[in-house]
């Protein structure tokens, strides 16, 4: 992604924030387990599950298997849980893979986890749950993802391909798992995060990270509530774009239907950047929502997305911002409106605010 028009004091306040992300989505937790013992981890699933040991047989490509597989007699969603305390070091780039840093070379790794909506085979799920970022901290029993039948799974059924590793080498985790204790519920890790009425949303962690970078404040006079099923509306986008890329005020005054209004110094700042637009040639519309194809056009223009030289949907044919609809889409940022059909954008539908915080975190490149 292209930063330029992003200021250098901004990147350096994203450093710092993302380095202490985890704390804030956490909440308020015990210190961290001294040491890690594979014969202390908990059962890293939670349901009715099935077991052997195939450490070391045979698979494609002359590689041998490095885990054990927890299978769950077809049924993908059982939850999957840290199998011990630490970190969280990787995550898969287009999910649904992480692996926990337990300290002093040990390290646990949860792969196939789902990437399907319910009832689907789709691929259209982030499966790894709220709060669980690259740096943050864990617990044993914490809920960090769910079975599923990603990557070569889907030939296989579902199930968490599950690793315990020392200093890079993969050791046989089955005797540990055959051990383990098994839990009724995912531990509390006593995650609070910022707001209070987006718990359990699938944008929940992106909205954290918003609130982490400065980008947010939430909705509400307390800070506790984002309301992220509320319309995001012209004048929000503005306020979100001069924060991140720390726009100054003109003395340009662009509009007059923003006078009065708590978005007008940022609606006049992502003007002289060259990023706001009006909804007509002489409105601004802060009140209206933005809508999807809007929203590929601020995006585009704050971050420089690069273009596309393919056409992705079919229902944007006309929208003046379709060139901008498919950059996102090369770029990975949208993958489109409906799961059922990837070539359709919705480009007139608007955005909730949890959905466009998604957008924002992606366009930034976490």
């Known amino acids: 992604m292209d930063y330029a028009g992003v200021r250098p004091k901004r990147l350096t306040s994203v450093i710092a924030l993302l380095t202490i992300l985890s704390s804030l989505l956490v909440g308020a937790v015990p210190a961290r387990a001294a040491s890690f013992d594979p014969a202390q981890i908990v059962f890293p699933v939670i349901g009715d599950v099935h077991f052997t040991d195939t ?133 509390d890790p006593h995650y609070t995060g910022q707001f209070r009425d987006d718990d359990g949303s699938v944008h929940e962690a992106d909205i954290e990270v918003m609130y982490a970078l400065g980008i947010t404040v ?37 509009f007059s239907d923003d006078n009065g209004s708590i978005y007008e110094d940022s609606i006049n700042a992502a003007m002289a950047a060259g990023i706001g637009f ?17 929203m590929a056009e601020v995006l585009v223009r704050a971050f420089q997305v690069a273009p596309a030289g393919e056409d992705y949907f079919y229902d944007d044919a006309g929208s003046r ?19 059922s059909d990837e070539g359709r954008f919705c480009p007139s539908s608007p955005l909730t605010r949890a959905q466009m915080a998604t957008f924002f975190v992606r366009s930034m490149g976490f």
């Not at 984002?226 to 003109?250: K, M, N, S």
């Not at 009006?278 to 809007?294: A, K, S």
Request: one cysteine or more.
């Open 55 to 187: 450490f070391g047989a045979p698979r494609s490509g002359g590689r041998s298997h490095e885990a054990t597989d927890i299978m769950s007699y077809g049924v993908k969603g059982l939850p999957v849980v840290a199998a011990a305390d630490g970190y969280v070091n990787w995550i898969g780039s287009e999910c649904c893979l992480l692996s926990i840093d337990h300290g002093d070379g040990w390290s646990t790794q949860y792969i196939h986890l789902d990437n399907d909506t319910p009832g689907t085979d789709d691929g259209q799920r982030w499966g790894i749950a709220p709060g669980v970022v690259r740096g943050a901290q864990v617990f044993a029993g914490q809920l960090i993802g769910w079975v599923g039948d990603s990557g070569n799974a889907e030939w296989v059924g579902p199930h968490l391909h599950f690793e315990i590793r020392k200093n890079g080498v993969a050791i046989n985790p089955y005797q540990y798992v055959l051990n383990a204790p098994r839990l009724g519920a995912p531990a």
């Open 321 to 339: 911002f379709e060139a901008s609809i498919n950059a996102l889409a090369l770029a990975g940022i949208t993958k489109g409106c409906d799961p």
């Open 278 to 294: 009006g909804c007509t040639d002489f409105e601004y519309c802060p009140d209206r929502p933005l809508l999807r194809e809007e």
């Open 218 to 254: 939430g909705c509400s006079l307390e800070g506790d509530r984002y309301c992220p099923d509320e319309p995001i509306t012209r004048g929000q986008i503005a306020a979100f774009v001069r924060r991140v890329l720390d726009l100054p005020v003109p003395e340009s005054d662009y």
